[in-house]
Structure formats: C-alpha cells, structure tokens
C-alpha cells in the first residue's frame, strides 16, 4: 500500500508453467526479488484461473502477505500461509486442510483491518465447506465460524473457486462476517452474521422464507451497518 515494494508471482518454467513462485522487491529496483514462499508445505503458489486471480494478497498495513500453495506440483491440497513482507521470518500455515482433494482455492479475504483471514474449505469433511477464521500473524490456530450443519448442509460451495464474496461478506471495519448457508434446513439457505474471531455464535439476520424459497444473493451497505438481499 506504501509503494515501496511489488509482490509477483513467476513462473521460473516459462510462460504458462505451474506452479508460481512469488517474490517481492523494491520499487525502485535497488535490490533483486526475495522470493517469499517457502520449500516444504508451501513451495508451490496456487495460482490458476480456477482461484480467481486470488492467489496472495498483501495486508492493508502492507506488513504481511497471504497465499495459497502446495507441497508439489502433483498436490491436491492446498494451504493458506502467510509471511511478513520483509521476509524476515518463514511462511507459518493458517488453514489446517488435511484431507486429499481439499482446497481453499480462491475462497478467502484479508479482513479490512489486516488482522483476520476469512476463509471457506472442506478442512473437516470432504464435500461440506465451512466457514474459517485465522489471525493473519498465525498466533493462534484457525477458528470455525458457522455452527453446526444440518445434514447435507454448506456454507456456500468452496469446490466451485468463485471467490469467498460469492458467499460471505466481511463488514468494513472487519468486524463480522455474513454468510449464505443452509445451515438449519438442508437446501434452504439463509443469512447469518457472526463476529470474525468466532467469540460469538452466528446469528440469522433474514426473516422467515416461504416454503422452497432462498437468499438469492446479497450485499453490504457501504458503512456495513446493513445487508440488501434478494429472496
């Protein structure tokens, strides 16, 4: 945000290659790219069109850079990490996705003030997403913000990679979160609202739906104080 610095991903294999790797260098050039994704969990940058463009992000205090990446170019699973910009210290993981197959694609968002990353995986049971929530500096492990789900219930579709704003909204001073989920009724999908650190439970923020009826889709006000919905 400052200027001072680019943060880009290349693909060392040419055009075209997967995976990238990403780096970040002064402005003015005065120094050569320190490449900031590690070699172990996290060597390899997820970044196809399937994400969404949303393979990092930089923090709004410009202190620190999140990303998705892999293990190898064959994985299946892949993590969210993030790292200070002035690589002074290695990537730490956020997400906790251990089950093959699971990935948070592009469904996840830095909180307006830089603390929070909100995210949206299969990290418990492959096929439900739910809704995530780490501190950006990994000081604490990741919290579940969505309650328990009916069965056959989600919090939007994370397999899809449309983007966490497709199914949850955070308000801007980055305080809470409001999500589409069937998450009572199997099917019928409602609003909620929770804070972003999980330190209260959801709430449901739409009133009562006709039978076989929805939240069609749905948006912030500016100031975050309302949510405009279609049903």
Do not use: C, M
Request: aromatic share 10%; no cysteine.
């Amino acid at each position: 945000p400052d200027g001072a610095s680019i943060v880009f991903a290349a693909e060392p294999d040419g055009w075209g290659s997967w995976p990238s790797l990403l780096f970040i260098a002064p402005g003015d050039g005065s120094l050569p790219p320190t490449r900031l994704n590690g070699t172990g969990a996290d060597a390899y940058l997820w970044s196809t069109p399937a994400n969404n463009g949303r393979a990092f992000d930089v923090s709004s205090d410009g202190t620190r850079i999140v990303y998705s990446a892999a293990s190898d170019v064959t994985s299946t699973r892949h993590n969210l990490f993030s790292v200070p910009v002035d690589a002074s210290s290695s990537p730490v993981q956020l997400s906790n996705l251990t089950l093959s197959g699971t990935s948070v694609y592009g469904n996840w968002a830095i909180t307006p003030d830089g603390a929070r990353v909100v995210y949206l995986a299969e990290q418990q049971v492959r096929f439900r997403s739910e809704l995530y929530s780490a501190p950006i500096d990994g000081s604490s492990p990741a919290v579940k913000l969505n309650s328990t789900l009916v069965t056959g219930g989600d919090v939007g579709f994370a397999s899809e990679g449309y983007g966490l704003s497709a199914y949850a909204r955070i308000t801007p001073d980055g305080s809470r979160v409001i999500y589409w989920a069937d998450q009572t009724v199997n099917d019928r999908f409602d609003l909620y609202s929770v804070p972003t650190d999980g330190s209260a439970a959801p709430e449901k923020v739409n009133g009562a739906l006709v039978t076989g009826g929805d939240i069609a889709r749905f948006q912030l006000s500016p100031d975050g104080a309302y949510v405009v919905y279609a049903a």
